[in-house]
C-alpha cells in the first residue's frame, strides 16, 4: 500500500528558531501534497497544498511566509516553520494522495511531527 | 456554509458494538471517508462510501445516504484497541477534503 513517512516525529525548539518537517511518499508518486495542523482534541486544519514544481496553495489565515512549503520533486515537501514561537508548538501531519489509484482513492497520512517551541 | 457533525464522545463496553454517526452539508459530494486516529498518531484509513449504502469490511461497516446527508461508521466485536478518534470527512464539488471534529470513542472493559 501507499505509503508516506514524515521525519522528524518530535521535535523541540527554541523560540526564534526554524524547524524543517520532510514528507516523503515512499512507493507512490505525488504531485500534490497536503500539510494539516491539529490542536490536541481538535480536527485536522489543512494548512496548505503544495504542488510539485510550483508555488503552495495557503488556506485563508496561514502566512505563507512563516509556513514555507517546497515541493521540489514527485516524492519529498517540506514545511518550514520560520521564526517559530511557543504558540506554533503543534502536531503538524503531511498527506498524499496516490493519483495513479484514482481520484477517489483516499489520503495517505505521514506519522506526524510533534513540534514543541520553548 | 460547509459543515460536518459527529458526536464528541461516544463510550461502549467491549466485546459490543457501536455506531458513530456523521451528518453533513456540503457543495457538493464526491464521497465521503472514515479515519482512525489514536492519540498522538496520525489518522489511518477506515473506509470509503460515494454510492449510497453499506460497505462492509471486516468488523467494520460505513453506510451513506446521500439525500439524507448522513453517513455511519459500524464497528462490531469492540476490542480495547478500537479505543481512538473516529473522523468522518467529506470530499465537496470542489475535491476539498472537509473534516468533522472526530468522535472520540471510549472503550471499557
Known amino acids: 500500500g501507499a505509503v508516506v513517512s514524515q521525519h522528524p516525529s518530535r521535535v523541540i525548539c527554541k523560540s526564534g528558531t526554524s524547524v524543517k518537517i520532510e514528507c516523503r511518499s515512499l512507493d507512490f508518486q505525488a504531485t500534490t501534497m497536503f500539510w494539516y495542523r491539529q490542536f490536541p482534541k481538535q480536527s485536522l486544519m489543512l494548512m496548505a497544498t503544495s504542488n510539485e514544481g510550483s508555488k503552495a496553495t495557503y488556506e485563508q489565515g496561514v502566512e505563507k511566509d512563516k509556513f514555507l512549503i517546497n515541493h521540489a520533486s514527485l516524492t519529498l515537501s517540506t514545511l518550514t516553520v520560520t521564526s517559530a514561537h511557543p504558540e506554533d508548538s503543534s502536531f503538524y501531519i503531511c498527506?498524499?494522495?496516490?493519483?495513479?489509484?484514482?481520484?477517489?482513492?483516499?489520503?495517505?497520512f505521514g506519522n506526524g511531527t510533534r513540534l514543541t517551541v520553548t | 456554509g460547509q459543515n460536518i457533525d459527529q458526536p464528541t464522545e461516544m463510550t461502549a463496553t467491549e466485546g459490543a458494538i457501536v455506531q458513530i454517526n456523521c451528518t453533513y452539508q456540503?457543495?457538493?459530494?464526491?464521497?465521503l471517508f472514515w479515519y482512525q486516529q489514536h492519540a498522538g498518531e496520525a489518522p489511518t484509513f477506515l473506509s470509503y462510501n460515494v454510492l449510497d449504502g453499506l460497505e462492509e469490511k471486516g468488523r467494520f461497516s460505513s453506510f451513506l445516504s446521500r439525500s439524507k446527508g448522513y453517513s455511519y461508521l459500524l464497528l462490531k466485536e469492540l476490542q480495547m484497541k478500537d479505543s481512538a478518534s473516529y473522523l468522518c470527512?467529506?470530499?465537496?464539488?470542489?475535491?476539498?477534503?472537509?473534516w468533522g471534529a472526530g468522535t472520540k470513542l471510549i472503550i471499557k472493559p
Open positions: 470527512a467529506v470530499r465537496d464539488s470542489n475535491y476539498q477534503l472537509i
Open positions: 456540503t457543495s457538493g459530494f464526491n464521497g
Open positions: 498527506s498524499a494522495r496516490d493519483f495513479d489509484r484514482g481520484e477517489n482513492s483516499p489520503l495517505h
